[in-house]
């Protein structure tokens, strides 16, 4: 976001820039800019922190788009979840603990500003940018004294003296092309090296009559006595269209070395280095976008094993943030969802990806437009803190959605009596073997109510686990009581029902999945409360959830 900014020029009349003698003059000034005037101390060192790493340290590598997201920030938080995921978006191995383009990225820096220094630092030289950029060059000649020095043949050949200079090859620059030569000459001392796409201009003697001839105005004095010099770059460059005796010769110049050539090599190098990413798979490292599909997620931890946890991700998408076409009579949409599952030292240990397509009829979609489609993926880890990013294409339109948040697996052997997270649940059903569904846990279908709201005249579904439950060492069963209350929203439960019918045991873990109705509660918002008592153990364990009844 960007406001405009008057100012004035000249000596303003008791305050009033309408009586001002100077100019005036209005400027879009980014609104991150304008809130640095009332900070803190802490604040403003914070501030210019942002701006150093905007302005020096990235100011090379930085995409427009990137550049224009970043100063539309207002927040810390925000700035440092941008410079994260900028980082991470270039990580050249995200299954490493280190940044590895980052780190290379900071010794450039500093490599520049030791070698490169000439009365301004060396990052903000010639040799300084390009080498940030893109590397060391593959092969460099240097003549830092000048002097002496035997031109090549597409530069006409001969003997001048020249100006210090230095010239880097490239074999291939991603995005710029292959065969890249660069020269930089310090024809202005003190060790600034600038970049020139024109050959002759480490020549020092190019502006004096003491200039060595090339080859070609050798032969010129040899067979006329004369050395046309004007023509040297024509001679260089083309042939067959100089007056005689010259038109026979020339043209030794290669396609690269043409003017429109470097003109082009010129624009592409001042683009910034290109960064190798998958459509939906850059957005979770970036979040570079201004159009959303708004979407909620839910998350599940169960125990499956003592090593191993099962995570439930469900994601729903309201149908009217996806862009129904109508295709040979029926409408429809298509969402691409993208997931990543990071450690907290940024490995990567999953990804997936899937596409939710939804066909309805013109009198089904009537129905259904209010409605939500619900996708669940489910992810097998072992016990520690993960983070999860998502991101949700409308695949007609483009706009994308993004979220990020934190899985926990707990050690599931490990300490006292506990319960899972609370499911809760539009539909709870038998698993059908010969059909398997997303929403399969186990015995159980289960498909979560993400947004956590119901109407009056729907059922409330919930569904967990508890464990490690004591073992009856007669029968080889726990011994579990389990109750539920549903209780308005700080309120404490006044009414437990008893549900230890309902749960199936395996081990030293049961479950719960159960439906109850909604209807005589008013509409507002309450929260589900679960207990489990241990009778071997003598232990109980709670959990809540909350959730929201809208009128029928």
């Not at 009349?13 to 000034?29: C, E, F």
């Not at 940018?129 to 593959?138: E, L, M, Q, T």
């Not at 094993?305 to 009217?320: D, K, M, N, Q, Y």
């Not at 899985?407 to 506990?418: K, T, Y």
């Amino acid at each position: 976001m960007k406001i405009l900014w008057r100012t004035w020029h000249g000596s303003p009349w008791r305050g009033h820039p309408a009586r001002d003698s100077g100019t005036t003059a209005w400027k879009a000034v980014p609104l991150a800019l304008l809130l640095i005037a009332a900070q803190s101390p802490q604040q403003e060192e914070r501030t210019d922190y942002y701006r150093k790493w905007l302005r020096e340290d990235v100011v090379y590598i930085i995409t427009s788009e990137e550049r224009e997201v970043f100063e539309a920030l207002t927040t810390p938080d925000e700035r440092d979840q941008f410079i994260e995921q900028f980082w991470r978006r270039r990580d050249t191995d995200p299954s490493t603990a280190d940044n590895e383009f980052k780190i290379e990225h900071y010794r450039r820096i500093a490599y520049v500003n030791e070698r490169f220094a000439a009365g301004i630092p060396g990052w903000k030289t010639d040799r300084g940018r390009i080498y940030i950029k893109f590397g060391s060059p593959d092969s460099m000649e240097s003549m830092p004294a000048g002097g002496h020095y035997h031109r090549e043949r597409k530069e006409g050949g001969g003997h001048t003296s020249v100006f210090p200079f230095e010239r880097w090859e490239y074999r291939h620059i991603p995005g710029v092309g292959d065969d890249i030569e660069l020269e930089f000459v310090d024809d202005g001392g003190g060790n600034l090296y600038q970049l020139t796409y024109d050959p002759q201009r480490k020549d020092e003697l190019i502006h004096s009559g003491f200039m060595g001839p090339t080859l070609d105005e050798i032969e010129d004095f040899e067979t006329t006595g004369a050395q046309l010099k004007q023509y040297r770059v024509a001679r260089r460059r083309y042939a067959g269209d100089l007056p005689a005796p010259y038109r026979y010769t020339g043209g030794f110049e290669t396609e690269k070395d043409q003017p429109f050539s470097k003109l082009i090599l010129s624009s592409r190098l001042e683009q910034p280095p290109e960064v190798d990413f998958k459509d939906l798979e850059a957005v979770v490292e970036s979040k570079i976008h201004y159009r959303l599909v708004p979407f909620d997620v839910a998350i599940g931890v169960l125990r499956v094993s003592g090593e191993r946890g099962l995570a439930t991700v469900t994601v729903e998408i309201p149908h009217s943030a996806l862009t129904f076409r109508n295709q040979g009579g029926l409408l429809s949409a298509r969402a691409e969802i993208f997931g990543q599952v990071s450690t907290l030292g940024r490995r990567i240990v999953g990804s997936f990806d899937e596409t939710v397509a939804r066909d309805y009829s013109p009198e089904r979609f009537r129905v259904l437009s209010r409605a939500s489609s619900v996708y669940q993926r489910h992810l097998m880890l072992a016990p520690g803190l993960y983070k999860l990013d998502l991101v949700v294409k409308d695949v007609d339109t483009g706009n994308l959605g993004t979220w990020s948040g934190r899985i926990e697996v707990p050690d599931f052997e490990q300490g006292s009596l506990r319960m899972s997270s609370i499911v809760l649940a539009q539909e709870i059903s038998a698993a059908d073997p010969s059909n398997e569904s997303l929403f399969d846990l186990g015995p159980h279908k289960v498909v979560p109510r993400v947004s956590r709201t119901f109407r009056q005249n729907e059922q409330l579904g919930f569904f967990l686990q508890v464990y490690p439950a004591a073992m009856d060492a007669s029968t080889g069963r726990p011994d579990l009581k389990l109750e539920f209350a549903i209780a308005a929203k700080g309120s404490a439960p006044q009414r437990w029902r008893d549900c230890t019918r309902l749960a199936l045991a395996s081990g030293s873990r049961a479950t719960l999945a159960r439906l109850t109705s909604l209807e005589p509660f008013p509409p507002g918002d309450y929260v589900l409360a679960v207990r489990a008592e241990d009778r071997i153990a003598g232990e109980t364990v709670q959990a809540t959830a909350a959730f929201s009844i809208l009128p029928k």
